[in-house]
C-alpha cells in the first residue's frame, strides 16, 4: 500500500500558504522561531535535524517514557493547540494526540505515518485501535521518507526558510542512507534470520533486511502471550536453533527472561527507540548511534560474518 504524504494546514491543503503566513507572524515564543511539537522521539530528531537552530521542538513523550496510547496532561494541549507545527504518528498510535489535533486551528500538521509505505496490522491489532503497524522509523530507508515529510511541513510553517530545511533534510538523509547500508551489509550473510522480541516492533526492518521477526506481544508492548503461544515461541526457538531472545528497556523483561530460562538462551535488549531514556540522552545517543548498536546485537545473535 503506498499512501501519499499528507501536509495540511487546518485540514485544507488550499489554505495552506494563508495559515502559513498567520504562523510566521505568530511563531515561537518571542525568538520568532517556529514552534514545532513532536509526539515521540523519533519524529522530534527528525524535526531537529531538519530545524535546527530555526525551530524549537517540544517533545509530548518525557524520556524512558513508552509512547504506545499517550495520555497527555492539560498542558500537553495547551501546547500542541500553541504550536506552529504539529509532528505526529497516525493511525492510532497515540489517540489522544489525534484528539487534541482537532483542536488546532492554524497549526501545520504532519501524519508522519501518511508519508511513508505501511503495512496494515493484523487482525487482532485492529481491535486495538492500531490501523497500520506504526513502527516505520525502524526502518532506515522509510526513516528517509518521514524525514522527507517533516522537512515539507516546516517549509509549509515557513517558507522563508524552504531551503534551508531542505538541505538539511538532504544531509540526514545521506546519513540514513550509510546506516541502511551498514544493516545491509551487516546482515548480509548470517548463520540465522529468526528474531525473537518483544514487542512487535522490528517488522519493516526485518522486512527491509531479509529477517523475519517473532514477537512475544503484539504492536503494542501490552498485549500479553498466552500459553499457547509461549509453547509455540518455545518450538520455534528450538526447530531455528534461536540464541537469543530481545527484550527491550521500557518493557518489562519479565516474560522474554522466563522464556530465555526456559530455553536456556541468552537475553539481550533491541531498542525499538520508541524513547531515549534519561541516560542515552545524557550519553549523547541519538537514533543512528542507537540503531548502530541495535545491529551489532543482531549481528551477534544471528551470528553473521
Ligand atoms: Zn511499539
Redesign the pocket.
Known amino acids: 500500500m503506498r499512501k501519499i504524504g499528507l501536509v495540511t494546514g487546518a485540514g485544507a491543503v488550499a489554505l495552506g500558504l494563508v495559515l502559513a503566513a498567520c504562523n510566521s507572524a505568530s511563531s515561537g515564543e518571542d525568538d520568532g522561531s517556529t514552534s514545532v511539537v513532536a509526539s515521540f522521539y523519533p519524529l522530534e530528531e527528525a524535526a531537529s535535524q531538519v530545524g535546527g537552530d530555526l525551530i524549537t521542538v517540544e517533545n509530548l513523550t518525557p524520556p524512558g517514557v ?3 496510547d499517550l495520555e497527555l496532561a492539560p498542558d500537553d494541549i495547551e501546547t500542541i493547540a500553541n504550536a506552529d507545527v504539529v509532528v505526529y504518528l497516525g493511525g492510532g ?1 497515540q489517540p489522544a494526540v489525534e484528539d487534541a489535533l482537532a483542536e488546532t486551528e492554524d497549526a501545520v500538521t504532519v501524519d508522519a505515518l501518511a508519508a511513508v509505505d505501511t503495512v496494515p496490522a493484523p487482525p487482532g491489532e485492529a481491535e486495538e485501535g492500531l490501523t497500520v503497524d ?2 516505520v522509523w525502524l526502518d532506515p530507508a522509510r526513516f528517509e521518507q518521514l524525514v522527507r515529510a517533516v522537512a515539507a511541513g516546516l517549509s509549509d510553517a515557513d517558507p522563508a526558510n524552504e531551503v534551508t530545511y531542505g538541505s538539511n533534510a538532504e544531509a540526514y538523509v545521506a546519513e540514513l542512507a550509510a546506516l541502511d547500508e551498514e544493516f545491509r551489509t551487516g546482515l548480509s550473510d548470517c548463520e540465522r534470520t529468526t528474531i525473537v522480541t518483544s ?3 522490528f517488522g519493516y526492518l526485518a522486512d527491509a533486511y531479509g529477517l523475519t521477526e517473532v514477537a512475544i506481544a503484539g ?3 501490552e498485549a500479553e502471550p498466552d500459553a499457547q503461544e509461549i509453547a509455540e515461541l518455545l518450538d520455534l526457538v528450538e526447530q531455528q536453533g534461536v540464541t537469543t531472545i530481545f527484550a527491550e528497556e521500557l518493557v518489562s523483561p519479565k516474560v522474554a527472561e522466563t522464556l530465555a530460562e526456559e530455553a536456556g538462551i541468552e537475553v539481550d535488549v533491541l531498542d ?1 527507540l ?1 524513547s531515549l531514556t534519561d541516560e542515552q540522552v545524557e550519553a549523547g545517543e541519538d537514533y543512528v548511534s542507537v540503531m548502530q548498536e541495535n545491529l551489532d546485537r543482531l549481528r551477534a545473535a544471528l551470528d553473521c560474518v
Do not use: C, N
Open positions: 513508552e509512547p504506545h498510535f506504526p513502527h514487542h512487535e516492533a504492536l503494542s508492548p525499538p520508541e
